[in-house]
């Protein structure tokens, strides 16, 4: 207990980014003589401001929002809208097609409308199978000379997803010190990327992560720090965090994976987009690369060649899956 407790001083001393962030901008922010504006504002989105809006997120992100999503689109523009000054969702659509040069308002709305939920090891059946399938038939390529691991959390939110990928494969693995292991972490949201790479978490965010993982994974923070733990030095140092739309051609990668996480997130797409991105992820696949996908997702009428290991994980059709 003592080894997950003990908290790095470097942990200790430096604080929470993500909380200082949040300090600063409030800090920052003078009176904002725009509130003289009243509680109304901004004015409710109307159907052809929905219609207008459903049509920006579908281009931007490739997310299909379906009929019944004004409330929630509202609710998650109003802060954009507040924060500009604007009375209507109309201005803010004119704002972000006229007004926005540098485009980092498009940037803002983006990580406005995006949902983010992610768990530590969530849908631990997919850890399970690599601990006790897919890394012990990878042990026998490394024998052969293979040292070589490349995972891909694509859609990789606030960090849990790739960090747990990381835990596993340095539990799981024979000799990782000996493995040339690196995981790509990627998302759209850049606000969800900060807090990804700084890999700190409420401690409730690991209330179900097994005693020993933590023990061997995380540091607690103390004093001021309590109530937060963050992924170790060696299990960050695995991951690599960066900006990816889906929607982006070509995409900055050249490596090709052994695995690929795509969870939860093709749900949020139409079919022609979900055929185009498995599509693409295939050919980012090795051919003995496993790609996983969410539990309400599969790849049924995507006229894809993979093949299915269990319900929501493929295999490379060229491939065996190890
Ligand atoms: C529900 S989270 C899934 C997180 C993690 N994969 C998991 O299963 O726990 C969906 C993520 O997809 C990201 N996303 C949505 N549209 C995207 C796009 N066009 N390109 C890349 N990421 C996108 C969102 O920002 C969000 O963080």
Redesign the pocket.
């Known amino acids: 207990m003592r080894a997950y407790l003990a908290c790095r001083a470097g942990f200790a001393g430096r604080g929470n980014p993500v909380a200082r962030a949040t300090e600063r901008e409030v800090l920052a922010s003078p009176p904002d003589p725009r509130r003289s504006l009243g509680s109304a504002f901004p004015r409710g989105m109307t159907e052809r401001e929905f219609a207008a809006f459903r049509e920006l997120v579908h281009r931007e992100?490739?997310?299909a929002l379906g009929p019944h999503k004004r409330a929630l689109l509202e609710a998650r523009l109003t802060k954009r809208l507040r924060a500009l000054g604007l009375a209507t969702f109309s201005a803010y659509h004119d704002h972000l097609r006229a007004h926005d040069a540098t485009g980092e308002e498009r940037r803002r709305f983006v990580n406005a409308i995006?949902?983010?939920?992610?768990?530590f090891f969530?849908e631990p059946a997919h850890f399970e199978h690599l601990t006790t399938t897919w890394l012990p038939a990878r042990h026998a390529r490394a024998a052969a000379g293979e040292r070589r691991l490349r995972a891909w959390?694509?859609?990789?939110?606030t960090g849990?997803?790739p960090y747990s990928i990381a835990m596993t494969l340095l539990d799981g693995l024979d000799d990782p010190r000996r493995m040339d292991v690196r995981i790509l972490a990627?998302?759209?949201?850049t606000d969800?990327l900060e807090r990804a790479a700084a890999g700190i978490y409420p401690t409730d965010s690991v209330g179900r992560v097994p005693e020993r993982v933590l023990r061997r994974h995380f540091l607690r923070g103390v004093g001021a720090r309590d109530g937060m733990v963050r992924v170790r030095q060696e299990v960050r140092d695995l991951v690599t965090f960066r900006r990816?739309?889906?929607?982006d051609e070509p995409w900055p990668i050249r490596t090709r994976f052994d695995l690929i996480?795509c969870?939860?997130?093709l749900m949020?797409f139409d079919r022609p987009m979900q055929a185009r991105l498995v599509a693409r992820l295939e050919r980012m696949l090795e051919p003995h690369g496993l790609l996983v996908l969410?539990h309400a997702e599969n790849l049924l009428g995507l006229a894809s060649d993979m093949r299915r290991v269990t319900s929501t994980i493929y295999r490379h059709a060229e491939g065996s899956a190890a």
Do not use: K, Q
């Open positions: 992100t490739g997310i995006t949902t983010n939920e992610t768990a969530r959390s694509a859609a990789c939110s849990e997803e990627s998302d759209i949201d969800v990816l739309n889906f929607l996480f969870r939860n997130v949020y969410g």
